[in-house]
């Protein structure tokens, strides 16, 4: 079920791109806007995140990213996938230590930002070496609030071996972060381009996760907000729409309405109208 983490030296920059917090934060707005955080790809059609995120307009969150990156090369601006850990209420039992994907893209040889579409991070980390780094703001989509998100720049001085899978060589730079509400519950994003995200992180995911899950979010006045929450146990599917609860049963027996309802918002967005039918 596990795979060896594979990582390789971030390639630096030596382009200057005008705006690039803007041109992140913008395109951060519209992956919030468009595209949804969801498993379903991955476990009804097996699919890649690649293809999960180009066919339907969704997938996990090394699939988040890789939107984010394919607009940013679209603007000639080079990024790279990272590795992560994550707090302790989103760690499953079975998981690695580092089961989650983000979006770095360098500066220059000291400075990079960091970009987190799935922890719903509504502006980029900007990290540089030597410097303290300013906090920004998060979204808690299931309380619809703002919390903020302090990060510090550590190195490990030795080669750091978490489990047999997952090792990084000495002076790795890591982004420690927390919220600001709870500041002893952190996760750590490392500094380090991963080559094989869906061999080495989508694979035991997924096999632990076997449930599927989607959501998707809005923004309202800067905020993103959860708009539909689709999650499946066996064979009973819960349906939210807009926080209010429409389905709550067998996926056999939802009402024709219903389905017509959710099958027209999803195919709207783009999002994969057959995830009722799974």
């Not at 997952?166 to 509400?181: G, H, I, L, M, R």
């Not at 995911?205 to 449930?211: G, S």
Request: aromatic letters at 10%.
């Amino acid at each position: 079920m596990y795979v060896e983490l594979k990582t390789k030296p971030i390639k630096t920059s030596s382009k200057k791109t005008p705006n690039l917090k803007k041109k992140l934060t913008d395109i951060l707005s519209e992956c919030f806007q468009t595209k949804a955080f969801s498993t379903f790809p991955y476990i009804k059609d097996n699919l890649s995140s690649k293809k999960s995120i180009v066919k339907t307009n969704s997938g996990n969150c090394i699939a988040l990213s890789m939107f984010i990156q394919d607009k940013l090369k679209r603007h000639g601006v080079h990024s790279c996938l990272i590795p992560a850990t994550v707090p302790s209420y989103i760690y499953k039992d079975g998981y690695l230590e580092v089961c989650h994907v983000a979006l770095v893209v360098p500066i220059n040889e000291s400075s990079y930002y960091l970009v987190d579409p799935a922890f719903y991070l509504m502006e980029p980390i900007l990290v540089r070496m030597g410097k303290s780094i300013s906090p920004v703001k998060s979204i808690d989509i299931n309380q619809n609030k703002m919390v903020m998100v302090t990060s510090e720049l550590k190195v490990n001085q030795n080669k750091t071996k978490l489990n047999e899978y997952q090792v990084f060589p000495k002076k790795t730079y890591y982004c420690e972060c927390c919220y600001d509400n709870d500041k002893e519950d952190t996760w750590k994003y490392y500094l380090r381009e991963l080559t094989n995200p869906d061999q080495s992180i989508t694979g035991f995911f997924i096999k632990i996760r076997k449930d599927p899950f989607f959501v998707s979010t809005t923004l309202v006045d800067g905020m993103c907000i959860k708009d539909i929450v689709i999650r499946m146990n066996g064979d009973n599917i819960s349906i939210k729409l807009e926080d209010t609860v429409i389905y709550d049963g067998s996926i056999h027996q939802i009402p024709n309405s219903i389905k017509i309802k959710m099958e027209t918002i999803l195919r709207s967005r783009g999002y994969d109208k057959h995830i009722l039918s799974i």
